[in-house]
């Protein structure tokens, strides 16, 4: 009962920390209640797919199903728009995470051997990534950064351009490099560090092409 207490209070944090960065990056207002209710949800099914089944891989996948389908249903923000959102999301926080994962390994303070073993430094490695990515979000939100070319509704028809289909077919990549990184850990721990380059390089491409939409729709407006 303790082990599942603590897995779902750490994932729910993580989750937080994912919505969080998420709104804040968008410029989207943030509904605590919906987030938390998403969150609990979310660390559940991780809970049994990873616990009682052993299906990271597939959990993976079903958390980025999820935070889209939470993006969409509860927060009303359009499908299209919500998968991507989801996307950068997903690398921004996985970038951190693995960063965090790195340093703590290079100081010996975690082995690569047992990465998703539920022990004091597995939830030390979530605090600090989850605080890392909040934090993040709120100087976002501060120095008023982020993107403005989601809109806050679902209605209307949604003008699919070259950048939009990129952004979108982005997602592939970036789902199948957060699922293969179990085998990273386990295979080839020596190139872990190619993890989190991997996820800059395509979290600079989302962001990238999120600042080219983003000024493009501006110019557009003041014309």
Known sequence: MLEFVQYIVFSTL???????LALRTFKIDIFNKEIIFSSLI?????FV???????????????????TCFLWLLLRIHLFYATIITGITYQAYSFIQTMCFFIMEQ????????PYSMNIMTFVLQIISALTAISAAI??????????????KQEGKVQIHTR??????????????VMSTMYFIQNLSRFFILVPVT??????TYLHLSYQKDR????????
Do not use: C, W
């Open 14 to 20: 993580e989750t937080y920390a994912m919505f969080y």
């Open 42 to 46: 979310m660390a559940f099914f991780s």
């Open 49 to 67: 797919l990873r616990d009682e089944y052993n299906l990271i891989e597939l959990d993976v996948l079903l958390q980025f199903v999820l935070l």
């Open 107 to 114: 100081l010996g303070v975690f082995s690569l051997k047992s």
């Open 139 to 152: 100087y976002i939100g501060k120095k008023r950064l982020g993107f403005d070319f989601v809109p806050d």
């Open 164 to 177: 939009d289909k990129i952004l979108f077919a982005l997602n592939i990549p970036s789902v199948a490099i």
């Open 199 to 204: 996820y800059a390089l395509i979290l600079y």
């Open 216 to 223: 493009s729709s501006y110019e557009h407006f003041s014309q």
